[in-house]
């Protein structure tokens, strides 16, 4: 029993440096992740300045009444889910994919080629989606008009078409992740046993037959993993690429109000910050929930690769 104790003690000495190391993350967890939960009772208030937050009017669930009443409820969860299934659909095919061809292309060019394949869609990540809309879609100066001039096609005010802003916003998020997306694949993939494929080479399988067969299989853990990941985000949609690619146009509230921008134009413009707490309260509890469920969905079909 006394060497048990023994032994105990000196695996958590040993373990002591590692806690010690964990100190940074839990402070800025602690003050980032759960500081503001403190503030969620303003979603329950009609807050007034003039006598405080804490002497401000409770109001129960009349925010959150107030807010389903409104069109602005329904267009923002709308957009907000859409958007996001679309972008996790999509970014999901287009990650694997570049993956699976970055890691082709391995064995056949250059090292220091292939890095900078590999460095040059995650840096595309980086590219300011504010600039990419004035560069690309400003009426008058916009690369895109200026191509279609010289087409001979009249230009489009790009920020009074609300119809184009649903293929702009996918294809500008593609563009944006598809770099980190396509290197967390990839190293999936280069951990990937080689002599199953030398096995299957051997077989005569075709590169079609292995990637069906080996890769996308083994694939499978990391794909659901970060689906599960993507959709518990899923109402915490990418607040530069709503506000600020189409450039706080009101024409195109329709067609670019998500949950985000509904909470920072309640915060900035109306000065509700009732409202807006509300919105973004509403947003964390279906967030929860979606994460819960998707959670559910994949521990019954395959329980190895469910989160938990």
């Known amino acids: 029993m006394e060497e048990k104790k023994a032994k105990r003690k000196g695996i958590n000495r040993m373990q002591l440096p590692l806690y010690i190391m964990t100190i940074p993350g839990v402070i800025y967890l602690l003050i980032n992740n759960y500081g503001p939960m403190f503030g969620l009772?303003?979603?329950?208030?009609?807050i007034?300045?003039?006598?405080?937050?804490?002497?401000?009017d409770w109001v129960g669930f009349e925010n959150f009444t107030y807010l389903f009443k409104t069109d602005a409820a329904f267009i923002m969860t709308r957009n907000t889910i859409l958007y996001n299934l679309v972008f996790i659909a999509l970014g999901m095919f287009c990650g694997v994919t570049v993956g699976i061809l970055l890691s082709e292309l391995r064995g056949k060019i250059r090292s220091r080629v292939y890095q900078t394949l590999i460095l040059l869609?995650?840096?595309?990540?980086?590219?300011?989606?504010?600039y990419i809309g004035y560069a690309f879609f400003s009426s008058d100066t916009g690369m895109i008009n200026g191509l279609l001039g010289r087409l001979g096609i009249s230009p489009v005010s790009w920020y009074a078409t609300p119809a184009a802003w649903p293929f702009i916003l996918t294809f500008v998020n593609i563009w944006k992740g598809i770099g980190y997306s396509a290197?967390?694949?990839l190293a999936t993939i280069i951990g990937i046993d080689r002599t199953l494929y030398e096995s299957a080479m051997v077989d005569g399988a075709t590169k079609w037959q292995q990637i069906k067969s080996i890769t996308l299989p083994l694939l499978k853990p990391t794909i659901i993993m970060l689906v599960i990941?993507?959709?518990g985000r899923m109402f915490y949609s990418d607040f530069g690429l709503f506000y600020q690619l189409p450039m706080n146009a009101g024409a195109l509230y329709?067609?670019?109000?998500t949950i985000d921008?509904?909470?920072?134009?309640?915060?900035m413009q109306l000065n509700d910050i009732s409202m807006a707490s509300a919105a973004g309260f509403y947003q964390s509890i279906v967030g929860f929930i979606l994460v819960l469920t998707a959670n559910g969905i994949v521990r019954r079909v395959s329980a190895e690769n469910a989160l938990f």
């Open 48 to 56: 007034d300045y003039s006598k405080g937050i804490w002497g401000s």
């Open 121 to 130: 869609p995650y840096l595309l990540s980086w590219v300011i989606v504010a």
């Open 254 to 257: 329709n067609t670019t109000q």
């Open 261 to 267: 921008t509904y909470v920072y134009r309640g915060l």
């Open 41 to 46: 009772f303003i979603a329950f208030k009609n």
């Open 183 to 185: 290197i967390v694949y």
């Open 229 to 231: 990941m993507n959709v």
